[in-house]
Nanobody
Framework: VQLQASGGGLVQPGGSLRLSCAAF????????IGWFRQAPGKERKGVSC????????HYTDSVKGRFTISRNNAKNTVDLQMNRLKPEDTAVYYC?????????????????WGQGALVTVSS
């Protein structure tokens, strides 16, 4: 299994960015993709996750209403659309996968990790 993250960059507060995670090697749709982030000097935390099987989603409270996670099963990709970005959203974002039909982001224990994508929100 491989996960390839793309996107990220520098954006001003209030702006938008889109992250994408491409998943390769899964033999069924019974897995969940999640996005985690790690700010400088802080521990890695879950942001959002989606069940590839049924599309159920879950978000951490700090991003609800601003971030949207979505899947494209035909392309084996999961996107994280980030709107109304704040400086505190600055972090390295990682996509991850757990072999489970559905899971809450706070309970997610990834089996696989992709590389990080830096998101910097600054004026």
């Amino acid at each position: 299994v491989q996960l390839q993250a793309s996107g990220g960059g520098l954006v001003q507060p209030g702006g938008s960015l889109r992250l994408s995670c491409a998943a390769f090697g899964f033999t069924s749709d019974d897995y969940a993709i999640g996005w985690f982030r790690q700010a400088p000097g802080k521990e890695r935390k879950g942001v959002s996750c989606i069940s590839v099987r049924d599309g159920s989603t879950h978000y951490t409270d700090s991003v609800k209403g601003r971030f949207t996670i979505s899947r494209n099963n035909a392309k084996n990709t999961v996107d994280l659309q980030m709107n109304r970005l704040k400086p505190e959203d600055t972090a390295v974002y990682y996509c991850a996968a757990q072999v489970v039909r559905s899971v809450l982001i706070i309970q997610m224990r990834p089996d696989y990790w992709g590389q990080g994508a830096l998101v910097t929100v600054s004026s």
